[in-house]
């Protein structure tokens, strides 16, 4: 009843917003008003070379070798990578395999924290990137190691360099923080506003774009207000309210609401002339590339039924999901830990996953009732709850039945199973319990191995 009231409420006020999507109970008020603040450091840093989109990083430390907070430990392998920076003073244990979220283990750098140093970071030297040409800025930008924070960890700098004949004219920054739970997003824009706009000028050099456009959510209007009134008049940069929806956040949807543009399907949005970054991201880039230095943490939002003080949290990249739970507390039996929001994330297997460049958040769950977690799936009854909610306007009801079927190639060739960026909003709504999400992704993993098998057999 409390989603249905808030999706009726929301109807009313005259934010700017996209068709379809759904209003999920939001539950940010646990940590909305929590500073952000920083937790000691773990005994040992997991540090994954592989935390962002493309190639993964390429050591350039021994084991037994001192660093030192901020120094470069691996090197980007590609255009598409990013290098890595020890998060601590310490000493590199190993080199070897650790677990991700996503399950099958990858290369990481292990790092004995030195907890007698002072952990100041000792790497870098002040320049002045009103003076860099927008060439050097993105080159800094990669050598700094920033993704997007959002979630989608994509190398920042392969981003302002949109495809031949492409001009972006619009830098859309994303405030929206539309999962539930998660509110690093808004307090980075009430703490670290200093530093988010001089991020917003850098890219605006690098990208060349004439103005940027901040899009926060109605649920924080304070941020709205905080931002208006810190913003100079001689800047190109306004900050305007969307509505609260899910999934606002994401990209397509966001530039919809704010600019009346829709990417075309399978294109990018510098077809559109825009480009967009998460506000953690940006709020980095200012703070990072004056000093010469690179990504070592992030902010992250703990919370959950589970969590006894949930909170936003300034943690190093490697720190344990364990040892952040010990610090905040479990609050009786655990069940599933999520890391990002509940809509979009992904439930971990092992606590001894690390914290990498793209955990905005981690949600700690009580376990499930038992009938919960033996729910029912029950055939499709064909109301088009999914059709309504889907933000992409795909046919998931279809793309479902096509699925049971195993009819995978069909779902991509006929039915744009490959436009599906898999937010869950038709599982979410539908009354069959039908999990459409869990069936799209394993439809895409399965489409992706046959075009490889595919191409492998042509060469």
């Known amino acids: ?58 050591p350039i430390v021994k084991v037994g070798q001192e660093v030192v907070r901020g120094e470069p430990i691996a090197h980007a392998d590609h255009f ?24 099958p283990k990858t290369q990481a ?32 930008i990669q050598d700094a190691g920033l993704v997007g924070l959002g979630g989608g960890a994509f190398p920042s700098h392969v981003k302002m360099h949109p495809p031949a004949g492409r001009v972006i004219h619009t830098l859309v920054v994303n405030g929206c923080e539309c999962e539930p739970y998660l509110t690093c997003d808004h307090r980075i824009m009430l703490e670290q506003t200093d530093a988010l706009l001089r991020g917003i000028m850098i890219a605006l050099k690098a990208t060349r774009a004439e103005r940027a456009i901040i899009g926060v959510e109605d649920n924080k209007l304070d941020a709205v207000a905080h931002l208006r009134a810190r913003i100079p008049k001689d800047l190109p940069i306004t900050a305007e309210a969307v509505q609260t929806k899910y999934p606002q956040g994401a990209e397509k949807m966001l530039i919809k609401a704010l600019l009346d543009l829709e990417v075309p399907a399978g294109g990018l949005t510098a077809d559109v002339g825009v480009a967009v970054f998460n506000v953690g991201t940006l709020a980095q880039m200012g703070e990072l590339l004056p000093n010469s230095q690179g990504l070592i943490e992030r902010v992250v939002t703990v919370s959950g039924p589970a969590v006894k003080r949930p909170g936003n949290f300034m943690v190093p990249i490697g720190t ?30 092992s606590l001894d996953v690390p914290v990498t460049k793209s955990v905005s958040g981690v949600v700690a769950l009580r376990p499930e009732p038992e009938d919960a977690v033996r729910r029912q799936v029950y055939p499709c009854i064909k109301c088009g709850e999914c059709l309504s909610a889907c933000p992409i306007s795909l046919n998931p009801s279809m793309l479902g039945e096509l699925a049971a079927a195993r009819e995978y190639a069909t779902m991509e060739e006929s039915f744009q199973l490959d436009q599906c960026f898999e937010c869950g909003c038709c599982a979410y709504v539908c009354p069959s319990n039908i999990p459409l999400t869990q069936y799209f992704r394993i439809a895409k993993s399965i489409n992706r191995d046959a075009k490889k098998h595919h191409e492998q057999k042509q060469h």
Do not use: C
């Open 80 to 103: 598409v990578s990013v290098p890595m920076h020890a998060p601590a003073t310490g000493v590199i244990r190993a080199i070897g395999l650790a677990p991700t979220a996503a399950g």
């Open 109 to 140: 750098i292990y790092l004995k924290v030195y907890h007698a140093a002072s952990q100041e970071v000792l790497y870098g030297e002040h320049r002045e990137p009103e003076r860099m040409s927008a060439k050097d800025i993105i080159q800094s």
């Open 1 to 58: 009843m409390k989603r249905l009231n808030t999706g009726f409420l929301r109807l009313f006020h005259g934010h700017k917003t996209f068709d379809h999507g759904i209003y999920p109970v939001e539950h940010k008020e646990w940590t909305a008003d929590k500073p952000i603040r920083r937790l000691p450091f773990a005994d040992e840093l997991v540090i994954p070379l592989l935390q962002h989109k493309g190639r993964a990083a390429v």
């Open 320 to 349: 344990p999901i364990r040892f952040l739970l010990d610090q905040v507390g479990v609050d009786g039996e655990l069940g599933q830990v999520i890391l990002g929001g509940p809509m979009m994330g992904m439930a971990v297997a």
